[in-house]
């Protein structure tokens, strides 16, 4: 029956599908060109480093330098990423980060370490973002709380809890087995790099090729369509909470790595870098669109634009005013792209 139905009016299918590769073709191009236009701006961000730094900017070390910086604030943006493209938002990220290197640098921690490897002290840091992240899920998504209250919240009390574990003292890194898994380079390459293009390839592959990234899609587009169609949405909500306290706690092992030590001070304000990153990246703040290679150019101009600052020994509120109106403007931009394709 179904077959004759669509047998017999072959104008109407031919005109579904030519629809729908225009709809396709128009999404796939309105992602590329706004990634060209990232690609473009970072471009000139580099043409204005090297014309005002000289080989300075240019050289080897630099350029690994602009990598290791962007790397702790991109694993967090890639779980930021799956979080606003849901329509909500993650202010905790950087008191949980901050949790993770203390709970994680602990002398309990490192004791345990040697007996038993590095994999007590990654793990701690793991399970103490993955916990926070699933807590701000369930108030929520089960306690109906706005994302805003719920995760300021959590920034407050991590912050908190941070300081009572460390006494306010940083706690250095004293573990061969850990130093020598995570410090140093990989074939020319900090291994912290190494660790933030696989989260990269991960979160891409998770958001673009498996069924809960259409879900978040989904979600992040119209939740109650979502629940109609058989998503069970508070329980998605739930585990994109906990993906952002996960890629927490990796960016806290990032971080001890890369400074070797733990204090409650780790991660203060670098949620707003994380957010501001993907947000000038293209994931929408309303939701219903994402985009990791967005957030990846994005993390890498914020990272470039500092790098640059600091060559040109710019004033640190300078460089606060010059984060701002980048910020506003994406968001302006964002507003401007959107509003037609919300309309049609």
Same mark, same amino acid.
């Given at each position: 029956?179904?077959?004759?139905?669509?047998?017999?009016?072959?104008?109407?299918?031919?005109?579904?599908?030519?629809?729908?590769?225009?709809?396709?073709?128009?999404?796939?191009?309105?992602?590329?060109?706004?990634?060209?236009?990232?690609?473009?701006?970072? *471009?000139?961000?580099?043409?204005?480093?090297?014309?005002?730094?000289?080989?300075?900017?240019?050289?080897?070390?630099?350029?690994?330098?602009? *990598?290791?910086?962007?790397? /702790?604030?991109?694993?967090?943006?890639?779980?930021?990423?799956?979080?606003?493209?849901?329509?909500?938002?993650?202010?905790?990220?950087?008191?949980?980060?901050?949790?993770?290197?203390?709970?994680?640098?602990?002398?309990?921690?490192?004791?345990?370490?040697?007996?038993?490897?590095?994999?007590?002290?990654?793990?701690?840091?793991?399970? /103490?973002?993955?916990?926070?992240?699933?807590?701000?899920?369930?108030?929520?998504?089960?306690?109906?709380?706005?994302?805003?209250?719920?995760?300021?919240?959590?920034?407050?009390?991590?912050?908190?809890?941070?300081?009572?574990?460390?006494?306010?003292?940083?706690?250095? #890194?004293?573990?061969?087995?850990?130093?020598?898994?995570?410090?140093?380079?990989?074939?020319?390459?900090?291994?912290? #790099?190494?660790?933030?293009?696989?989260? #990269?390839?991960?979160?891409?592959?998770?958001?673009?090729?498996?069924?809960?990234?259409?879900?978040?899609?989904?979600?992040?587009?119209?939740?109650?369509?979502?629940?109609?169609?058989?998503?069970?949405?508070?329980?998605?909500?739930?585990?994109?909470?906990?993906?952002?306290?996960?890629?927490?706690?990796?960016?806290? /092992?990032?971080?001890?790595?890369?400074?070797?030590?733990?204090?409650?001070?780790?991660?203060?304000?670098?949620?707003?870098?994380?957010?501001?990153?993907? #947000?000038?990246?293209?994931?929408?703040?309303?939701?219903?669109?994402?985009?990791?290679?967005?957030?990846?150019?994005? /993390?890498?101009?914020?990272?470039?634009?500092?790098?640059?600052?600091?060559?040109?020994?710019?004033?640190?509120?300078?460089?606060?005013?010059?984060?701002?109106?980048?910020?506003?403007?994406?968001?302006?931009?964002?507003?401007?792209?959107?509003?037609?394709?919300?309309?049609?």
């Amino acid at each position: 029956m179904s077959e004759q139905q669509t047998s017999s009016n072959p104008a109407a299918d031919t005109s579904k599908s030519a629809a729908g590769r225009r709809r396709g073709f128009s999404s796939l191009s309105g992602g590329t060109v706004r990634n060209v236009g990232l690609v473009v701006a970072l *471009l000139l961000l580099c043409l204005v480093g090297f014309l005002t730094g000289g080989e300075r900017f240019a050289s080897l070390t630099n350029l690994t330098i602009i *990598l290791s910086l962007a790397s /702790v604030t991109g694993v967090m943006a890639i779980g930021m990423t799956f979080v606003i493209t849901t329509g909500g938002i993650d202010l905790s990220v950087g008191s949980v980060l901050g949790l993770t290197t203390v709970w994680a640098s602990t002398l309990a921690t490192q004791n345990m370490a040697d007996q038993y490897g590095w994999i007590v002290m990654v793990g701690c840091a793991l399970a /103490v973002g993955l916990a926070a992240g699933l807590i701000n899920g369930v108030i929520i998504a089960y306690g109906n709380v706005v994302a805003f209250i719920a995760t300021l919240a959590m920034l407050v009390a991590a912050r908190g809890l941070a300081e009572l574990i460390a006494n306010r003292r940083t706690q250095i #890194v004293d573990q061969p087995s850990f130093e020598d898994t995570f410090q140093g380079d990989l074939l020319g390459v900090p291994k912290i #790099v190494w660790i933030f293009a696989l989260v #990269v390839v991960a979160g891409w592959f998770l958001l673009n090729r498996t069924t809960f990234g259409r879900r978040t899609v989904a979600v992040g587009g119209n939740p109650e369509a979502a629940r109609l169609a058989g998503i069970k949405v508070k329980r998605h909500l739930m585990y994109v909470y906990g993906l952002s306290g996960l890629t927490a706690g990796v960016a806290g /092992v990032m971080l001890l790595a890369r400074t070797g030590a733990g204090s409650s001070t780790n991660g203060l304000l670098l949620e707003l870098d994380v957010i501001a990153a993907v #947000v000038v990246g293209g994931t929408l703040l309303a939701g219903g669109r994402g985009s990791i290679v967005g957030t990846v150019i994005g /993390v890498l101009i914020f990272a470039t634009l500092t790098n640059v600052f600091i060559i040109n020994n710019i004033d640190s509120s300078v460089q606060q005013i010059a984060r701002g109106a980048i910020i506003v403007g994406a968001v302006l931009l964002q507003q401007r792209i959107s509003r037609p394709s919300r309309s049609s």
